[in-house]
């Protein structure tokens, strides 16, 4: 019995003259223009659920022309009824929106002007340019240690949450794992609040470039051959007292000489040194970032001479931008000193840059006339202010690889080093690892003699120390800290469980990438260009890999709650992952500030310019397969 059209035939039979008729054609008046279904007609576009039927030609009605009206003709006038139901195909459509918006949010973003790609091939539009070959090499080698497990969807994950087998025996003794969760959730505690990096962005958009200039000299103390760092110039030179961040910059003020000159007692006047550029932070109470770009020169002159610091003072952590800043100061300073004033406040008097874009500085140069100097704020910071050659000449791969596993857990970690540049370098690089994460804590990559205390401090923090404070560090009461010497290559303090905190898997497969990278370096130098060859662009590939193994995986768990905020579901993004060493690993990576501030600045920068990170994540999830329907839903789609 046909029940469709069950009241059309109860309507016809209230009507006796057309008895004879409705009982000859009981589909007649469905299509008519007195039919009471005519809204199936509309502007409306649905879809028809008896689309996939095959119809008898006797069951077909018969068609009777009708008037349509000007509007009418304008649109489409295909029939479609409502959509499936949501509840036959949640995953998988939820698997495929990711992948469309991921892969489309990139496109639109490198490509504003081209029309989008087939959504067909969501990984398209990662392929328009040839990859270096060592990406694939990465990719080839996670792939082989890792297996042919992949990324579960929610339902079946939370089925299989404890499904470990002898072929992923990755495990964590329960008295180790303990240990790390309670230290984990105790930082936490401390610290509850945080701020992110791409929150920091987004207020410094109408702040200027840079906040401080300064040049810190050595003078020598009165009693004894010992000399001490002192300001003697700086811009402005005046601050407004009502302005608050007036205040916070004289209150930094009495700290940049220390870090300018960390080894002040040690100089001795001399005729021959080397310029250096390096860098140091500044975190004040509330977490916020100053990042200072010093060069140290020697001044014009004969004879022995000390050498002096200028120093740059700005929010913008971006150490290239700011390094050439520095060299054409220095230009300036040798040929007059009043030229830097000028040029410095021509430099603080232009826009902020945002990710990607450029900026001009235009200024008077005795003998070259009006000069411009461009200035390119880079899309992706992850390669700025880092030198990986130096980190893996200090570092094996072994050990770095511990230090990178403490620096997850937000340990506390001291660099020693004989040299001023190579501290500076090393520290900066091992956060720079940290890629698409950001440190959340205390980062002082030169600590100055006289201000060792700082590294009792209970929260977790990233130091550097020089070569000749490393016997008053031990004798300091620290408590829980990771000491590395840079120059032999060992650890002097450690926990002891450092090779234990990362999936063995995939450790595995990032020290042979690390172990293999001359090689790889060497095959991609053929056919590719320089930059595009470099050992950070590869390092920086191989470490982002290892993330998009662990949590790239992440948007399919971002749901949104009653009250309209998009969140993380934990126990869904942990539990889907197939191995159990990583679920271990997350259990306890999550509850860290580097994690939550991860969270919130995807969501911050969401439709904003895509980073390397959210490129290879998506290329990942749409490698994925579409999950196999279970249940009902795989009966329905049998049928």
């Known amino acids: 019995k046909s029940f469709e059209f069950e009241d ?41 659920p008896y689309e996939d039927i095959k119809v008898s030609p006797m069951c077909i009605p018969i068609m009777r022309s009708r008037n349509w009206t000007v509007t009418q003709r304008r649109t489409p006038c295909t029939p479609k009824l409502p959509p499936k139901p949501l509840t036959l195909r949640v995953n998988a459509d939820r698997l495929q929106e990711v992948y469309k918006q991921s892969a489309m949010s990139h496109f639109q973003s490198s490509n504003p002007g081209t029309p989008r790609p087939p959504t067909t091939k969501p990984a398209a539009a990662y392929r328009t340019q040839r990859q270096p070959q060592y990406v694939s090499r990465i990719e080839e080698i996670f792939q082989a240690k890792r297996g042919k497990k992949r990324v579960k969807n929610q339902t079946s994950a939370s089925r299989d949450e404890l499904s470990g087998t002898e072929s992923d025996p990755e495990e964590i003794t329960k008295k180790g794992g303990s240990q790390r969760l309670v230290y984990v959730q105790s930082t936490l505690k401390r610290r509850p609040g945080y701020r992110t990096l791409e929150r920091d962005l987004i207020q410094l958009q109408q702040q200027q470039l840079f906040q401080l200039f300064v040049v810190v000299s050595l003078r020598k103390r009165s009693p004894g051959n010992t000399y001490y760092p002192e300001i003697t110039q700086q811009f402005p030179t005046k601050f407004e007292k009502t302005s608050r961040m007036s205040r916070e910059t004289e209150d930094r003020l009495k ?6 000159f960390p080894d002040a007692q040690d100089w001795r006047p001399s005729a021959d040194i080397n310029s250096e550029t390096f860098s140091f932070v500044l975190t004040g109470e509330d977490g916020t970032r100053w990042f200072g770009y010093c060069r140290k020169i020697l001044p014009c002159g ?18 290239n931008l700011f390094a050439k800043i520095l060299e054409e100061v220095e230009r300036r300073r040798e040929i007059s000193p009043a ?29 070259s006339g009006n000069e411009e100097l461009t200035l390119c704020r880079p899309v992706d910071s992850r390669l700025e202010h880092v030198d990986f050659e130096s980190l893996l000449q200090c570092l094996s791969v072994s050990t770095l690889l511990q230090v990178f596993a403490s620096l997850l857990l937000e340990r506390r970690v001291i660099f020693i080093a004989d040299k001023l540049g190579t501290l500076s370098r090393c520290a900066h690089s091992a956060l720079a690892l940290l890629y698409p994460f950001t440190w959340q804590h205390t980062f002082v990559p030169v600590l100055p003699a006289n201000m060792l205390d700082i590294s009792c401090s209970p929260t977790p923090f990233v130091m550097g120390a020089l070569s000749p404070s490393l016997d008053q560090l031990l004798d300091l009461p620290i408590e829980e800290v990771l000491i590395v010497d840079l120059c032999a290559d060992k650890f002097v303090v450690q926990m002891g469980d450092e090779d234990c905190i990362l999936p063995s898997k995939l450790q595995a497969a990032l020290q042979e990438v690390l172990e293999s990278r001359e090689e790889m370096l060497e095959h991609c ?3 590719r260009k320089e930059d595009e060859c470099s050992l950070s662009a590869l390092v920086s590939e191989a470490f982002v890999r290892l993330f998009v193994e662990l949590v ?42 580097m994690f939550a501030g991860f969270i919130q600045d995807r969501e911050l920068r ?8 959210e490129v290879r994540a998506a290329e990942y999830l ?18």
């Open 255 to 260: 700290a940049i000489p220390n870090f300018c």
């Open 8 to 48: 059309v035939v109860r309507w016809t039979a209230q009507q006796g003259c057309r008895e004879m008729e409705s009982r000859r054609s009981g589909l007649y008046h469905t299509r008519s223009q007195d039919s009471v279904y005519e809204d199936i007609i509309s502007d409306v576009l649905r879809e028809n």
């Open 525 to 527: 130098s053929e056919d």
């Open 552 to 593: 790239g995986h992440y948007p399919l768990h971002i749901e949104t709650g009653y009250n309209g905020v998009r969140e993380l579901n934990r126990e869904t993004f942990r539990k889907s992952h197939p191995s159990r060493g990583v679920r271990q690993f997350l259990q306890l990576f999550m509850d860290t500030q």
């Open 606 to 613: 969401k439709g904003g310019v895509k980073g390397l990170f």
């Open 302 to 319: 004969k004879g022995k001479r000390l050498p002096e610091v200028h120093c740059i003072i700005s929010r913008l952590g971006c150490f």
């Open 339 to 367: 030229l830097v004033h000028p040029f410095m406040r021509s430099v603080m008097e232009a826009p902020f840059p945002a990710p990607g874009r450029t900026i001009t500085v235009k200024s008077f140069l005795p003998g």
């Open 622 to 639: 749409a490698s994925c397969p579409e999950p196999e329907p279970s249940g009902v839903n795989k009966f329905l789609k049998g049928l």
